[in-house]
């Protein structure tokens, strides 16, 4: 397995934020240092056990997607080279393959969520009320069901510890404007749908993902943050795929299972994860990158 990387130690570029799976490193007036780490978290607390290799992952996914999709929409990677960011070798060799040097933007306040199979909290909203989100969708829907079309089901993004809250599209309106809006919507559905189709013909579902938008200084939409990983979506195996129980994944959630099992009341600090569940788990990433990328 190769070197697990828990915490960053860049001691050259002021510290902005360290979230639950990425540290930001602030390099200019225009430009910062995401360090994608092989943390994981699950019930909104990071674990004290890394995957290893998760971070390489969820880093070489997100540039994948972003090079496939850059017809659709300007996204915030940066020509700058990371020797010019972090000239010392050694901090260099850490974090090399978790990096990615990007614009600054201003951040909308908003995830954009697309569901294109009815799951997690679509489901329960579609339960109680035979919608989600305020859409009205079909009687007699089935757990995991593919959905008519695919569904913007936008959230408000949480302080530190808390929930995100979904929102219905007039809520989206009132926190951006009309115009980003409605840009925010149609791009975040064309985006969804040609990924899903090209990751169905390599046998894999996108369920729902969740994409981010930054605004540059003229005021254009731009993709930021991670895209299309099995962190920030829900991958399902074609192969495996039936409607009516919830399918197998390629994310997190066989962590989550795991942890369902234990004494532990969901807060921090996690426990320590066996060497059984870190060795599975990692080979969940490796092998959705495969189907994506090698083909």
């Given at each position: 397995?190769?070197?697990?990387?828990?915490?960053?130690?860049?001691?050259?570029?002021?510290?902005?934020?360290?979230?639950?799976?990425?540290?930001?490193?602030?390099?200019?007036?225009?430009?910062?240092?995401?360090?994608?780490?092989?943390?994981?978290?699950?019930?909104?607390?990071?674990?004290?056990?890394?995957?290893?290799?998760?971070?390489?992952?969820?880093?070489?996914?997100?540039?994948?997607?972003?090079?496939?999709?850059?017809?659709?929409?300007?996204?915030?990677?940066?020509?700058?080279?990371?020797?010019?960011?972090?000239?010392?070798?050694?901090?260099?060799?850490?974090?090399?393959?978790?990096?990615?040097?990007?614009?600054?933007?201003?951040?909308?306040?908003?995830?954009?969520?697309?569901?294109?199979?009815?799951?997690?909290?679509?489901?329960?909203?579609?339960?109680?009320?035979?919608?989600?989100?305020g859409i009205e969708?079909?009687?007699?829907?089935?757990?995991?069901d593919k959905l008519?079309?695919?569904?913007?089901?936008?959230?408000?993004?949480?302080?530190?510890?808390?929930?995100?809250?979904?929102?219905?599209?007039?809520?989206?309106?009132?926190?951006?404007?009309?115009?980003?809006?409605?840009?925010?919507?149609?791009?975040?559905?064309?985006?969804?749908?040609?990924?899903?189709?090209?990751?169905?013909?390599?046998?894999?579902?996108?369920?729902?993902?969740?994409?981010?938008?930054?605004?540059?200084?003229?005021?254009?939409?731009?993709?930021?943050?991670?895209?299309?990983?099995?962190?920030?979506?829900?991958?399902?195996?074609?192969?495996?795929?039936?409607?009516?129980?919830?399918?197998?994944?390629?994310?997190?959630?066989?962590?989550?299972?795991?942890?369902?099992?234990?004494?532990?009341?969901?807060?921090?600090?996690?426990?320590?994860?066996?060497?059984?569940?870190?060795?599975?788990?990692?080979?969940?990433?490796?092998?959705?990158?495969?189907?994506?990328?090698?083909?």
């Amino acid at each position: 397995m190769p070197a697990t990387l828990h915490t960053s130690h860049i001691k050259s570029l002021p510290l902005l934020h360290s979230g639950k799976v990425r540290d930001i490193y602030d390099i200019d007036d225009g430009h910062m240092l995401i360090v994608t780490t092989d943390r994981i978290s699950a019930f909104d607390v990071i674990m004290p056990t890394p995957i290893p290799g998760k971070g390489i992952i969820l880093n070489e996914v997100t540039q994948f997607w972003l090079n496939e999709l850059s017809h659709i929409i300007p996204n915030q990677t940066s020509d700058l080279k990371l020797e010019d960011v972090l000239p010392d070798a050694e901090e260099r060799a850490e974090v090399a393959s978790h990096t990615m040097i990007v614009k600054k933007l201003k951040a909308l306040p908003i995830e954009a969520i697309v569901r294109g199979y009815i799951i997690g909290s679509g489901w329960k909203d579609y339960q109680a009320t035979g919608a989600i989100c305020g859409i009205e969708l079909p009687a007699n829907l089935q757990l995991a069901d593919k959905l008519p079309e695919a569904l913007f089901t936008p959230s408000t993004k949480a302080a530190v510890g808390a929930h995100d809250e979904n929102i219905d599209y007039n809520k989206s309106i009132d926190l951006l404007g009309d115009d980003i809006a409605k840009q925010v919507r149609d791009v975040s559905l064309q985006l969804y749908n040609e990924a899903a189709e090209y990751a169905l013909e390599r046998g894999i579902i996108i369920a729902d993902t969740k994409f981010e938008f930054g605004l540059d200084a003229d005021g254009q939409l731009t993709l930021i943050d991670e895209v299309l990983t099995p962190d920030s979506s829900r991958f399902w195996p074609k192969d495996k795929y039936q409607p009516g129980s919830s399918p197998v994944s390629f994310d997190k959630q066989f962590v989550r299972d795991y942890l369902e099992t234990l004494d532990w009341n969901k807060t921090a600090p996690g426990p320590e994860l066996p060497d059984s569940i870190v060795t599975k788990t990692a080979e969940k990433y490796e092998y959705a990158k495969k189907l994506l990328m090698e083909q």
